[in-house]
């Protein structure tokens, strides 16, 4: 995620929103999360190891295994995200960045983060009110 961040951020600083692989090769912390990426995966495998999502894991950190430059990283985020914003029902949806010919990315203006750094926050928040609803659909039930 954080990875990914960077990518939206430098995205963000830039007028026009164009980012390239080398503008994240030249950033410090990308470069750091790129050259840790293989031991980060091995933690968190061997921490999942004979859980009920270590299949899971292994799917989504296959990709992310032989990154080792922030080039690399740039990459295989883009991929992964285009790939996931494909397998979005009911027919896929855009991507975050439109890319251009020459393979930049320019953040569409919902997804530009003004701010940088590790996120604490939950992803997904709306969703906590769905939750929420449903647990109290299931007590006024019972």
């Not at 994240?24 to 912390?29: E, G, I, K």
């Not at 995966?41 to 032989?66: K, T, V, Y």
């Amino acid at each position: 995620m954080e990875g990914w961040d960077r990518v939206r951020w430098i995205a963000t600083l830039r007028r026009p929103a164009v980012v390239r692989s080398a503008d994240l090769a030249q950033d410090v912390r990308a470069t750091a999360i790129a050259a840790g990426m293989r031991e980060t995966i091995e933690r968190a495998s061997e921490r999942l190891a004979g859980s009920p999502i270590e299949d899971e894991f292994q799917m989504l950190a296959r990709p992310f295994g032989d990154v080792r430059t922030a080039v690399e990283l740039f990459d295989v985020l883009w991929e992964h995200h285009r790939n996931v914003q494909r397998g979005k029902p009911p027919n896929g949806k855009r991507p975050w960045f439109e890319e251009t010919a020459d393979g930049a990315l320019v953040v569409r203006p919902p997804y530009r983060l003004e701010e940088t750094g590790v996120r604490d926050d939950y992803v997904h928040p709306y969703r906590l009110t769905a939750v929420a609803s449903f647990l109290d659909d299931l007590d006024g039930g019972a």
